[in-house]
């Protein structure tokens, strides 16, 4: 997902602190601007539960095709004018993706509290994988191939859920992806640090995807331990 473009030795120090710190910067002020689109997705879909009928394999279906659709674009653009509105194309169209799992939280009479307490719980998350990866001197990048099997195995466990319908399954699984996009965090943040991601677009990219699945993943958790009807 994530392609470095200018690296030399474990921790890309070809890259000089400017650049790398640029790169940081932009990233942090291109995720902060994703915000906006992904919202208004969300909204539109809540508000005319678009979404709704996209239940199941076929919801599925139209999200894998639709997020790995983006991501080729994401890539095939990163390095053009035409790679920031594509990467806030994507935002939008997760946005929407997520609007049907608010939705559902939003019926809840606490709903609106469980959305903000998992937002608030995203960023902060965020905010303790960001410092944790100024501190953290060892590179982090050896985890990448442990993290993908997990993510892997989630998403065979959430196809199989979706048959077997456990409540219980679902929590565990929810709880596995809030710790294995947590560490993806970590990870990645490291590697902007240390220089091995010198692109802010495929940065961006990552860093939201974590915190994508992170904030839905939170969102069940609160749903199904704190919703009350």
């Known amino acids: 997902m994530n392609q470095p473009l200018n690296t030399a030795g474990t921790f890309g120090t070809s890259v000089s602190s400017a650049q790398r710190n640029k790169v940081l910067r932009n ?11 992904t919202v208004a997705g969300a909204w539109l879909g809540v508000a005319t539960g678009i979404t709704a009928a996209l239940s199941g394999m076929m919801g599925l279906v139209v999200f894998l095709g639709g997020a790995f659709g983006f991501m080729y674009a994401i890539n095939k653009t990163k390095n053009s004018s035409a790679g920031v509105p594509v990467l806030l194309g994507f935002t939008f169209f997760m946005g929407l993706m997520i609007s049907r799992l608010i939705a559902m939280v939003l019926g809840f009479s606490n709903g609106a509290d469980l959305v903000i307490m998992a937002f ?3 960023a902060a998350v965020f905010f303790a994988m960001a410092s944790l990866a100024t501190v953290v001197k060892r590179d982090l990048s050896g985890l990448n191939q442990w993290l993908t099997i997990g993510v892997i195995l989630l998403l065979v466990g959430m196809v199989i859920n979706m048959f077997v319908a456990s409540s219980t399954g679902m929590v565990v699984l929810s709880m596995l992806a809030v710790a294995i996009f947590s560490a993806f965090l970590l990870v990645d943040i490291k590697r902007i640090i240390d220089g091995g991601e010198t692109n802010y677009i495929t940065a961006t990219l990552a860093i939201y995807l974590n915190l994508v699945n992170i904030f839905q993943n939170l969102l069940v958790l609160l749903g199904v331990f704190g919703g009350d009807d």
């Open 27 to 37: 990233t942090y002020w291109l995720l902060a601007i994703s915000l906006l689109p």
């Open 120 to 122: 608030g719980g995203t």
